[in-house]
């Protein structure tokens, strides 16, 4: 580690349990890189994912976005593609369209939405959009009649979010840029739903410890009683 990053890291006391307000500042003081980094939040649970009913698997409407602007990819029958589109979909598609993606294996955006009538249909793509984290799922919101609500939502700023392997979940919460007060109040959002999202199955603590971190920078433990 060079001299300047230690000196970032010093900053940091690993032994310390931060409140938001400090935390975020933190993540202000501590972020040097020259892009506008994402900020995340990383929590670790006391769930065993190897237990179906133990899977964490939700959403979150971040009040004020990730920052990044989401390609939407709409999949709907003749009915709905003015609706889609009014909704500002980057992509409809139909049946032509799911057949490309089954043959070529390219996508071009970010998240799908259909309506049900489409599921049967999304089948041969499936191959190509499940391993990629893009097939449409009524855990995630992804899937409804109707499509608009949708595809206003995603724009809006939601995101779905799944517990990984090793029992922690890993989401961007906003940039770097963002001002103190959007920061936090997109933090409190997730965590809030990742509390809501406790399985009934799940015992001891459920949230053993949060993190809080900007892209290449030092993790900050924060107090998940917020």
Known sequence: MSKRMQAIAAKVD?????????AVQLL?????VKFDASVEVHARLGIDPKKSDQ??????????????????AAFVGPNGEKAAKEAGADFI?????IKAIKDTGKVEFDVAVATPDMMPKLA?????LGPKGLMPNPKTGTVDPDVAKMIRELKAGKVAFKNDDTSNIHQAVGKISFDDV????NILAFVDALKKAKPSAAKGAYIKALYLSTSMGPSVRVDANM
């Open 14 to 22: 690993k032994t310390k349990v931060y409140g938001l307000d400090e």
């Open 28 to 32: 202000k003081e501590t972020h040097t």
């Open 55 to 72: 899977q964490i698997r939700a959403t979150v409407e971040l009040p004020h976005g990730t920052g990044k602007t989401k390609k939407v």
């Open 93 to 97: 598609y139909g049946e032509e369209e």
């Open 124 to 128: 041969p793509a499936a191959r190509v």
């Open 182 to 185: 959007k920061i936090k109040e």
